[in-house]
């Protein structure tokens, strides 16, 4: 599966993506033009109670679970690291496989349904993607949705970042010089309040948003994108079920300034 990654210098404004379409980045990095492959398929886990089939309109308990596989890597024991680091995401606490994970979750329903029977019935759905690669790193995204009872159903979003050339997760320390955390946060409260349309002199709880005394925070959860790094807030985090999903993106150019001499996005 190939990927055109387009990488950019200072005097390029506009780009062209595989699509012909034309992207904008404020304040690029200064990167050369390169084209990435990255080699990789799709695998499928389906589960549910028996007496049931996929394609059954009675109600039935599911699960289902999109994932990744990567075919090719600098040696065999990347390429093992990466694929054990995004299965480790999937599997769920307690179980020591994804299959287990689904398994577990069809069963733990059935057990349940003896002895309430007129219970809601459970559904699950995760799926993994390729948000954004370049030559050095690749950054996956992981869209989950469970439903267990109640009023609704819990659903979120995960990115990790794994470096291409060691198979580690990629953490904010490796990526930028010491004493980078206060300069970020801020920008980061600026982004924010910019993409939640709060003005500077509007306190968080006055827009609904639940900060702890006020003070903005960035999630531990972020990725990196073509944009810039993007950060996530999921439902319940700093907001109610009711806002949903609160995502916004860092652009490169403006954390040029914090970043390693070696940071993997130079």
């Known amino acids: 599966m190939k990927q055109l990654f387009l990488l950019i210098t200072i005097s390029i404004i506009g780009l062209t993506t595989a699509c012909k379409n034309e992207v904008k980045i404020e304040e690029p990095l200064v990167l050369e033009a390169a084209v990435d492959t990255l ?14 089939v996929e ?16 075919l090719e890597a600098p040696s065999d024991s990347v390429l093992q690291k990466l694929n054990m680091n995004l299965l480790d995401e999937l599997r769920g606490e307690g179980y020591t496989n994804v299959v287990a994970y689904a398994n577990g979750f069809i069963r733990d329903f059935v057990n349940d349904k003896a002895e309430i029977p007129n219970m809601a019935t ?13 030559p050095d790193f690749v950054c996956i995204e992981t869209n989950q949705f469970t439903f267990t009872g109640g009023t609704h159903g819990i659903y979120g979003t995960s990115y990790e970042n794994y470096d291409r ?28 309040r910019q993409s939640m349309a709060i003005a500077a002199s509007e306190s968080f709880d006055q827009t609904g948003y ?10 531990k959860n972020f990725g990196l ?18 806002k949903g999903v609160q995502e916004f993106t860092i652009p490169y150019g403006e954390l040029k300034a914090l970043l390693k001499k070696d940071s993997i996005l130079l």
């Open 122 to 134: 459970w559904n699950a759905e995760i799926d993994q993607k390729v948000r954004f690669n370049t």
């Open 55 to 70: 394609s059954d309109d009675k109600d039935c308990a599911k699960i289902e679970i999109n994932y990744i596989t990567f």
């Open 210 to 219: 639940t900060f702890p005394k006020d003070q903005f925070y960035l999630p």
């Open 165 to 192: 050339n060691t198979g580690d997760l990629i953490q904010l320390t490796d990526l930028f010089a010491p004493s980078f955390e206060r300069p970020l946060i801020d920008l980061g409260e600026k982004h924010f």
């Open 225 to 242: 994108t073509q944009e810039g790094i993007t950060f996530l807030y999921n439902i319940y985090e700093i907001a109610p079920y009711s």
């Open 39 to 52: 080699a990789y398929e799709m695998n499928r886990i389906f589960r549910t109670e028996a007496d049931c």
